[in-house]
């Protein structure tokens, strides 16, 4: 059966190879959508962690960092300090901004910091050093094609580009960085707002623990003595962002997936029909060797699962290729392509369709007449 599902392979190799790069574009697609959900929630996780924390105190209520709103009071981060077992308490605001240059607009998640929860990593530039300074993420840089040493105008209020920084986006969103010092400036002299109540001054306090001491045990003290805050975990909190994206996106990626594997399984139901149909004269002539409607069949069956074992890492090729021009061109997105999970997955489902869509054709095999062989 190998040996002559391999001749088949062998006897039409144009066909084999359109075959086969058309089940690894396939491939491609599935494994670039589930990179690209996976990206997202790791954006997600990522936004929290990245702020390097022991806890993460909210408002009370409040169980997530991105795409919700918190707003603390001011007297909250003494009263956390006061906590046994807390070394310090660190504040941070969190704003969504519109930035506009030459008629783009992009939405903008500013972090406000002092002395914790700044940028991770920097791709140019440096930290804040100088008020006014700012720091973005390099999807915003190319996006408008920003330096550091330029202006950054939000509102009409100028600050400048001290850095840039890498991997610094969530929820489709690149995050900027400030100081404390210029908030006050900004939602005064620019037009943000016209009542600036509406705006935070403190979201999150950065809790840092005191060498020893355990974090559940000192969350439980924070929370029993502060009554407006919610105490998390990073991790914890990472984990109901990564909830918010799957309730949000989760359903829409899914349906985008289960419509990639209709598509691969009906493309080689098509494939192989054709296929099949194109080679009646071939079949026929087996069948009057004295092959059985099984055996053909089978083979079938097998050169298209042949196929499909030829076509997977192809596809995980194409795919990580795609992932790395995306996150090249657009770094606002990332796209794991190639985690090993999705691989598993989308190799057995499109072992699967093939097997499936190679059925198809049975029918008009077993209905070949060996006699068709002998016509001309």
């Known amino acids: 059966m190998i040996r002559f599902v391999c001749r088949q392979l062998r006897f039409d190799v144009v066909r084999s190879v359109l075959t086969t790069t058309a089940l690894a574009a396939v491939v491609a697609v599935i494994l670039v959508l589930e990179g690209f959900y996976a990206g997202l929630l790791q954006q997600l996780r990522s936004a929290v962690l990245d702020r390097q924390a022991d806890l993460i105190a909210t408002q009370a209520g409040v169980a997530n960092m991105i795409a919700t709103r918190s707003i603390l009071p001011q007297f909250s981060r ?3 300090e006061a906590i046994d077992g807390v070394a310090a308490a660190h504040p941070l605001t969190g704003i969504s901004i519109i930035y506009e240059q030459q008629g783009k607009r992009t939405p903008v998640f500013l972090f406000i910091y002092d002395t914790g929860g700044g940028p991770d990593r920097l791709l140019a530039g440096s930290a804040i050093t100088h008020p006014r300074d700012i720091v973005i993420d390099q999807s915003l840089a190319i996006k408008h094609d920003l330096r550091t040493g330029d202006a950054f105008v939000v509102s009409n209020f100028e600050f400048r580009i001290s850095g840039i920084a890498e991997g610094a986006a969530a929820f489709f969103a690149p995050f900027g960085f400030a100081r404390y010092d210029d ?7 620019s037009d943000i707002a016209a009542d600036i109540s509406t705006f935070p001054l403190l979201s999150f306090l950065l809790v ?3 060498p020893g001491s355990d974090p559940p045990t000192v969350a439980a003290a924070i929370e029993a003595g502060v009554p407006e805050v919610d105490v998390f975990l990073p991790e914890r909190l990472a984990d109901q962002d990564e909830s918010l994206g799957r309730a949000l996106i989760g359903p829409i990626m899914g349906l985008m997936v289960i419509i990639a594997y209709v598509i691969g399984a009906i493309l080689t ?5 054709a296929t099949v149909n194109a080679r009646r004269r071939e079949f026929g002539t087996l069948k009057a060797l004295g092959f059985s409607n099984r055996f053909l069949a089978s ?3 097998a050169e298209a699962v042949a196929i499909a074992v ?8 194409l795919a990580a290729v795609i992932a790395e021009f995306v996150e090249r061109t657009a770094p606002l997105y990332v796209v794991l392509a190639t985690q090993p999970g999705a691989l598993l997955r989308t190799s057995l489902a499109c072992l699967a369709f093939a097997a499936i869509g190679a059925l198809g054709p049975v029918g008009l095999i077993r209905n070949v007449d060996p006699v068709v062989a002998f016509r001309s």
């Open 310 to 317: 030829i076509a997977i890492p192809l596809g995980a090729v």
């Open 78 to 80: 003494d009263s956390v």
């Open 208 to 210: 840092e623990l005191k």
């Open 299 to 301: 083979s079938v069956v």
């Open 269 to 273: 139901g098509m494939i192989m029909f």
């Open 183 to 189: 908030l006050i400036d900004f939602y005064f002299e």
